[in-house]
Nanobody
Framework: QVQLVESGGGLVQPGGSLRLSCAASASISSIAVMAWFRQAPGKQRESVATITSSGGKSYADSVNRRFTISRDNAKNTVYLQMDSLRPEDTAVYYC??????????WGQGTQVTVSS
């Protein structure tokens, strides 16, 4: 079992920045993939960014070159740096971890609101 706790959400003006953190209860060096998803009201949950255990990264087109995912294995934490935020980035952001055996775990989510 892996517990994930997100933090760092909040209210920010358009063009601003936020950094989300996802702290894991287990060593993330043994987790195959960690990712950030988001879900806006009335929409399906969508993948935002992923990072593999070897450091490979991928991003949704809508956030590419604005968001950066990173991981600190020593702190068992994954980050999502979000820059140039737009109102359409408003959503609940969820951390996700998938072990090599396929078992997946979700955090409880953190609200990000982009509004003037």
């Amino acid at each position: 079992q892996v517990q994930l706790v997100e933090s760092g959400g909040g209210l920010v003006q358009p063009g601003g920045s936020l950094r989300l953190s996802c702290a894991a209860s287990a060593s993330i060096s043994s987790i195959a993939v960690m990712a950030w998803f988001r879900q806006a009201p009335g929409k399906q949950r969508e993948s935002v960014a992923t990072i593999t255990s070897s450091g490979g990264k991928s991003y949704a087109d809508s956030v590419n070159r604005r968001f950066t995912i990173s991981r600190d294995n020593a702190k068992n934490t994954v980050y999502l740096q979000m820059d140039s935020l737009r109102p359409e980035d408003t959503a609940v952001y969820y951390c996700y971890a998938r072990r090599t055996n396929g078992a997946g775990y979700w955090g409880q989510g953190t609200q990000v609101t982009v509004s003037s």
